[in-house]
């Protein structure tokens, strides 16, 4: 393998796994401020909240 194909190859890898973890925040901050089941109120008891896990 050459030197710049290598470092093409991980440069592509690189920003592929940023853009996974950047959509994964993004997400979670969207269902966070939508209500989502998902979240619970932060500070809440978690006998308050009845769930279960």
């Known amino acids: 393998m050459t030197a710049p194909?290598?470092?093409?190859?991980t440069l592509q890898?690189?920003?592929?796994e940023l853009l996974?973890?950047?959509s994964m925040?993004?997400?979670s901050i969207y269902?966070?401020?939508r209500g989502s089941?998902?979240?619970k109120p932060v500070?809440?008891?978690?006998?308050?909240t009845?769930?279960?896990g």
Do not use: I, K, T, Y
């Open 31 to 33: 269902l966070r401020q």
């Open 20 to 22: 996974a973890v950047l």
């Open 43 to 48: 500070g809440a008891a978690h006998a308050e």
């Open 25 to 27: 925040v993004v997400l």
């Open 5 to 9: 194909e290598f470092w093409d190859r």
């Open 50 to 52: 009845g769930v279960e």
């Open 37 to 39: 089941p998902e979240s």
């Open 13 to 16: 890898n690189w920003q592929s």
